[in-house]
């Protein structure tokens, strides 16, 4: 089959399309003929080789964090899934992933596909849908009738916090830039703030109860985000290499958190689509022997939005 991969941590330049051994399932995984992977930013920083501690991958490897695809084949003792479900999951993070013709997954991280949009586009949906979910209520508690601001909502994860954030009754400030401002308010967001234009702390003139950051941003700002939350409040924060600040005397929570692999919440994210009340975007679709220069774009900042990758016909 073939296979995106690289032998080395470095620049984009290290990535290889390759012909490899088509995979067997072992005892609880399933084999999935992909229709599309994704490209997510922690791809890079892998293949960059900065997260060797934290996500120790096994060389020659393949990226590709997240999966949509039809099961081809079954390991032992899988039960709940046949050969022809099509499915949607979030890979474990240190082994092979989905920028090939076939990948391996363990079955119980799997959910069955959204029918609403097409199998390839779900790709889109695992990883930042999870990382939105997750950073939303399992860390953040949100609540109806909550506010929350959500800086850096014009990214991938921002787009589906916004929308999550909505649908749970919350009030949601965003930041983003001009070239994202109105995908972010097409998402539902009640205020947009233009980051570039003006400073997010003297937009933001009545407290918070969450704010989530998604931003690569100094930690003199992430700091200055604690000012915006009410007592008792939280800030979540993605950008787990810049440690999340707390206000210990007013109770405000400061919270790092990396996104895990749930079949459950998944699941519920794929209903929300099928439901129509969350929307998968898509900004471009390329064919697998592109994805380096998704990479390469990605590193010099040239990315914007959601990219799918897709393998040629098994």
């Known amino acids: 089959m073939k296979a995106m991969r690289f032998h080395a941590y470095g620049d984009p330049e290290v990535l290889r399309y390759e012909d490899v051994e088509q995979p067997v399932p072992g005892a609880g995984q399933v ?14 920083t892998i293949r960059g080789g900065f997260m060797q501690g934290p996500i120790p991958v096994t060389l020659p490897h393949t990226p590709g964090i997240d999966v949509a695809g039809t099961v081809d084949a079954l390991g032992e ?24 013709q076939y990948v391996l997954a363990p079955a119980e991280i799997l959910a069955t596909a959204p029918r609403r949009v097409p199998l390839p586009d779900t790709a889109a949906l695992p990883g930042v849908g999870l990382t939105a979910w997750q950073a939303l209520f399992d ?55 233009d980051h570039t234009a003006t400073a997010v702390t003297a937009a933001v003139t009545e407290p918070v109860d969450l704010v989530l950051n998604l931003a690569p941003i100094e930690p003199e700002q992430l700091a200055a985000l604690l000012t915006l939350i009410r007592p008792g409040g939280a800030l979540v924060n993605t950008t787990v290499w810049m440690p999340a600040p707390s206000d210990e005397e007013r109770g405000v929570r400061g ?17 929300l689509v099928d439901s129509g009340e969350l929307r998968v975007d898509v900004a471009q679709r390329v064919p697998l022997a592109e994805l380096p220069a998704i990479h390469a774009q990605a590193a010099a900042g040239a990315l914007s939005g959601k990219v799918v990758v897709v393998p040629p016909a098994a």
């Open 31 to 44: 084999r999935i003929r992909v229709a599309a992977t994704s490209f997510n930013g922690v791809d890079g």
């Open 77 to 100: 003792g899988v039960d709940g899934i046949e050969v022809g479900d099509q499915v949607v999951g979030f890979l474990p993070m240190d082994g092979d992933g989905a920028a090939a």
């Open 139 to 193: 860390h953040g508690k949100l609540a109806a009738g909550q506010r929350v601001l959500i800086n850096g909502a014009g990214g991938a994860v921002g787009g589906y916090a916004v929308q999550l954030a909505k649908n749970a009754g919350a009030f949601v400030i965003a930041t983003a830039g001009p070239r994202s401002s109105e995908r972010v308010t097409t998402a539902g967001a009640d205020e947009v703030v």
């Open 255 to 271: 919270i790092d958190m990396y996104v895990r692999s749930d079949a459950e919440q998944l699941a519920r994210l794929v209903a």
